[in-house]
């Protein structure tokens, strides 16, 4: 019976290795190397509500205090302190400069205590390290390492922290750069679970999708590694390599012939960290970034999309609560403040001013073919519509907008999240239901380029619908047409992609705004690339703007941020034909 303390993981047992491994000199304690001191602790959770864990805590002898050490979390943490394995090394290598004054943190995974010892505990082990969400990082970062800054002075800089683990350890440890990368950026990955544990086998695919992060990244596993109901561990680490070369990370995979055992990974291990610290302190780059600035259009899809002198930087800030962008004919952008109940503006230099005061709490926005400025005020249940000098007029009455678009025509579709419907408005003024079923939570809507096609995003679930539209603004052939990649961990209902706001590219490409990014569909549907979210908070809503629509400006929290593109967007009032796409 596994038990709570054994640590003796089936995962690392198993044994199969086809020759041996011999630990090197820098594995062995040596004469005249100052010993660092191993403090064990013991935490229980609120992340992981009941659970209580052992951790143990390095500090090697050149630590002074004055100035912050970096930092390293080990996974499985016993195993690696186990004889001294991991501060031996850390020992003799931070004593002839291979690494920096580092802090080393090994963390058990938890378990909840039971009532008696007839009683198995729930072992929390693969809940922990196998999802892919961003919950076990929020326990390094909210709990783990706020503990331990109480007694060291650890960096607060991701260049000076890594992240390490064996087995489902390994995947963890990239998880937790991966969604977090401004608190990690260098991870140790030995034998990693890269397998459908809890999903871990999508990260082969959204490595080449998501735009590329500063991370470096060390992989081991050997040709008889095991390849059970979850996968193949040596192909999935293999796919995981091939995917962080195309995307231009900096990595290095080694290979051997050994199985799912720490062999192979503890005699490496001084070699693993000698090139997971080479550099400090110099910053880990993305890969746009180490290459001068260029990137492998062919390689990386999704640089054909990002401008690679370009990154997020904020147009406005300090909001209360940023929605509804909206673009006019000489590319300036407005935004709603749904909380502040007020429209601002964002012109050609960049200066944000007050538009409007008093919008009922309007959350939507767009311009029409007449020029104005047409809100959705959820607050008094309308859309209205601005002239230039901010007089407004009433379009509808009643209504429950939660986003809405224009055509050229000046007909206007609407979503009603509450009620699962997508509305139709004519210019003059009459309205009916054109959708109702099928969308859990209708959100972000947009008629398409050529307008032959009105999208529909559903923030519960993994799709962006199509419709085509008829003559006389019906929808018919409805479909959950576009494919979005879902976020783990979601806490409360239903399975959500957090999908709201959407645009489209002069090329028929469809930006949505989600939890994870900015994701990208190519015309036919698929998912073809990720943006990164400009900030911890969920993007909202997006819209292109700035000179030739070049500039992708995206609502998150209380800012507006702004990125240049390759691609370019449309004014909605303007039909254009959208070329061939490529099936």
């Known amino acids: 019976m596994i038990t709570r303390f054994s640590l003796c993981l089936a995962v690392l047992c198993v044994v199969s290795a086809a020759q041996e491994y011999t630990p090197g000199p820098d594995s062995q304690r040596r004469e005249g190397v100052p010993k660092g001191s191993v403090t064990r602790y013991s935490w229980t959770s609120r992340i992981y509500p009941g659970t209580v864990r052992d951790y143990w805590v390095y500090a090697p002898a050149q630590y002074q205090g ?67 969400g961003d919950r076990y990082a929020r326990f390094l970062t909210e709990e783990i390492l706020p503990e331990v800054a109480k007694h060291y002075n650890l960096s607060s800089d991701p260049n000076g922290r890594a992240i390490a683990g064996l087995s489902s350890g390994g995947i963890a440890a990239f998880t937790a750069a991966f969604t977090r990368p401004d608190a990690f950026r260098r991870v140790m990955s030995f034998i990693g679970s890269f397998a459908n544990l809890r999903g871990g086998d999508v990260y082969a695919a959204l490595i080449r999708k998501m735009e590329p992060l500063p991370l470096r990244v060390f992989l081991q596993d050997g040709t008889n590694d095991l390849n059970l109901y979850g996968g193949n561990w ?41 090139w997971l610290w080479e550099g400090h302190p110099k910053p880990v780059r993305r890969s746009t970034e180490a290459h001068g600035g260029t990137m492998t259009v062919e390689r990386h899809f999704i640089t054909q999309i990002l401008d690679p ?28 403040d749904s909380i502040e109940s007020r429209i601002y503006k964002i012109d050609e230099a960049g200066k944000t001013s007050l538009f409007r005061d008093d919008t009922g709490n309007a959350t939507g926005l767009m311009f ?26 009433v379009i509808a009455t009643g209504v429950n907008a ?14 009603d999240s509450a009620a699962h419907r997508i509305w139709f408005a004519d210019a003059k003024g009459g309205r009916r239901v054109v959708h109702e079923g099928g969308l859990v939570v209708p959100n972000g809507v947009r008629i398409s380029p050529d307008e032959s096609a009105l999208l529909v995003s559903d923030n519960a679930t993994r799709w962006v619908w199509s419709f085509q539209i008829q003559a006389g603004g019906s929808l018919i052939n409805g479909e959950p047409y576009h494919h979005l990649e879902l976020p783990d961990g979601v806490e409360d209902g239903p399975i959500r992609s957090g999908a709201k706001g959407i645009v489209m590219d002069a090329d028929g490409f469809l930006y949505t705004a989600t939890k994870l990014g900015i994701q990208i569909n190519d015309p036919p549907g698929k998912m073809v690339g990720i943006i990164r979210k400009p900030s911890a908070a969920d993007p909202a809503s997006l819209v292109f703007g700035g000179k030739g629509l070049h500039d992708l400006y995206v609502a998150s929290g209380d800012t507006i ?11 909605p009032w303007i039909p254009i034909q959208l070329p061939e796409p490529e099936l």
Not at 372 to 384: D, E, H, M, P, T
Not at 406 to 412: D, K, Q
Not at 561 to 571: M, P
Request: glycine share 10%.
């Open 234 to 274: 040596y192909l999935a680490n293999q796919e995981i390599a091939s995917s962080l070369d195309l995307a231009g990370y900096d990595y290095k995979f080694v290979t051997g012939s050994g199985g799912h055992d720490t062999q192979h990974a503890f005699a490496i291990l001084p070699d693993a960290l000698r």
């Open 561 to 571: 941020f702004r990125r240049r593109l390759r691609s370019h967007g449309t004014f």
């Open 368 to 393: 029409g073919p007449d020029g104005r400025l047409y809100a959705a005020q959820k607050g008094r249940r309308q859309i209205v519509a601005y002239a230039r000098d901010g007089k407004e007029t």
């Open 66 to 132: 004055a100035k912050p050490a970096c930092v390293m979390v080990f996974q499985d943490g016993s195993a690696f302190v186990k004889d001294d394995r991991v501060p031996i090394v850390f020992d003799n290598l931070i004593q002839s400069g291979a690494m920096p004054v580092t802090i080393g943190i090994f963390i058990n995974p938890g378990t909840p205590p039971v009532l008696s010892n007839k009683h198995q505990p729930r072992w929390n082990r693969s809940y922990e390290y196998d999802g892919l």
């Open 309 to 336: 002198a370009s990154d997020w930087e904020p147009a406005t800030t300090r909001h209360k609560l940023a929605a509804g962008l909206a673009v006019n004919q000489d590319g300036e952008v407005y935004f709603a």
């Open 402 to 415: 939660e986003d809405f678009t224009v055509s050229s025509l000046g007909e206007i579709y609407f979503t």
